[in-house]
């Protein structure tokens, strides 16, 4: 259990038999009374938010929470499998629950998966990904004075926006947080 002043930013609790995250924290003691802690909070399961107030003396739950090391392995249907590097157990997790992870998961990757009493809820990927350009329009030259960005897809459909001068081929790299264009590795 975690006490009212354990609570900080990043900080994994458990309300109601699921796990939250504190993705917002404040420290609030008034002139007379006990001092309160106000935070905001983010189901780690269906993503609401709310807020909640604590008084110092109350006590929180501390949710059942556990990190493995596991590879992508491939696509079955709707669903998407990952070995455990040590167990070579598999985990089949549904789109929903990846989202827009999708996009950016490459065989033999590893990631970890974020289980809540042996329920993955969560999966985080590498920070950085490449992928090549597999379709966007000839750049221009000699309009670099200013951040021009054009639409491009890379081999799974996934659209982001790129510089002009990236061509069809190219090898970029991808902020998988964000969804972003970071730069580009190799020519075509």
Known sequence: ??????????LKIEIDGEPWGVIDFEFCKPGKGQALYRCKLKNMITGNTMDKTYRAVEKIGKPNL???EVFYSYQDGDFYV????ATYEEYRLAAA???????????????KILFFNDKPIDVTLPIF?????????PGA???TATNVTKPAKIDNGYQLDVPIFLNEGDVIKIDT????????VRKA
């Not at 259990?1 to 990043?10: E, F, H, N, V």
């Not at 629950?97 to 990631?111: R, S, Y």
């Not at 990904?129 to 329009?137: C, F, P, S």
């Open 97 to 111: 629950t990846l989202g827009n992870q999708v996009n950016f998961l490459i065989e033999d990757t590893e990631c």
């Open 141 to 143: 030259r000699g309009d």
């Open 82 to 85: 990952f070995s455990d590097a």
């Open 66 to 68: 556990e990190e493995r």
């Open 177 to 184: 947080r964000i969804g972003a264009y970071v730069e580009r």
């Open 1 to 10: 259990m975690y006490s009212a002043s354990d609570l900080r930013k990043g």
């Open 129 to 137: 990904i490449e992928k090549a350009v597999a379709e966007t329009e």
